[in-house]
């Protein structure tokens, strides 16, 4: 165990705006814990953490490179950007005393051309510092309310996002069922040719070409070669 890199740290913490925490740990910088909002709809809000290495007090996204106002030092290095990670795993960083495996964070600092991973033994540093401030974010007695606080600042975006996968599907099903529609007038052509007679008039057009690759399926793609060719109409 690295007991340097788990010495004790002292720090205060304020709630933000869209049910962040920042937490300013004495004599090393700021911190920014917030719930997971990247992996929507994979991931819920409490399934990963963000932690913000500094002042986190717009929507940009942190990257791996975007120095914050009271960014953090460390063993001298200034850390940039920030980490999603994994909570349960914060959580037993702190129970494992035995094992300093802190892989489940990022941790980057700038050099003159871009951004790096910090030596390892820095990284256990913040881990240790990461994973207390994961704690104290989670045994907030405001917790629900920086959760719900969370969800509704992301929630304009989210219903213009499903509005538009909506949308999409829509336009879908539209052009799905009218190849459907020219599969049975087509099959109906072919059952008219066995039983020798005159196939009714067509009602439905020949469909257009469409690239199979794009199909949701496999058999999606398969229908499309058959019907349609891999190569676009000159």
Wanted: proline share 4%; aromatic share 10%.
């Amino acid at each position: 165990m690295n007991r340097h890199a788990r010495r004790p740290i002292t720090f205060t913490a304020t709630a933000t705006q869209w049910g962040r925490v920042e937490f300013d740990v004495e004599q090393v910088g700021a911190f920014t814990v917030a719930f997971g909002a990247n992996g929507y709809p994979h991931d819920c809000d409490t399934e990963r953490l963000e932690v913000v290495y500094g002042r986190w007090t717009d929507d940009q996204l942190f990257g791996r490179a975007r120095d914050l106002d009271g960014a953090p030092v460390i063993n001298g290095i200034r850390l940039v950007g920030g980490s999603v990670f994994d909570p349960d795993q914060a959580l037993a960083h702190l129970r494992e005393t035995e094992n300093d495996w802190c892989g489940w964070l990022t941790v980057f600092r700038r050099n003159t051309s871009w951004s790096e991973q910090v030596p390892w033994k820095t990284k256990e540093r913040v881990a240790y510092i990461v994973a207390r401030l994961v704690a104290a974010f989670l045994e907030r007695a405001d917790v629900d309310e920086l959760l719900a606080a969370h969800r509704a600042h992301h929630a304009p975006a989210r219903i213009a996002r499903h509005e538009d996968n909506l949308r999409r599907v829509e336009a879908e099903l539209t052009e799905w069922r009218s190849r459907r529609d020219l599969e049975r007038q087509q099959l109906d052509r072919q059952l008219a040719f066995a039983r020798a007679e005159e196939p009714r008039p067509d009602s439905v057009g020949s469909p257009r070409w469409r690239d199979y690759s794009t199909a949701a399926t496999r058999d999606g793609e398969m229908f499309l070669i058959s019907t349609v060719g891999t190569r676009r109409p000159a």
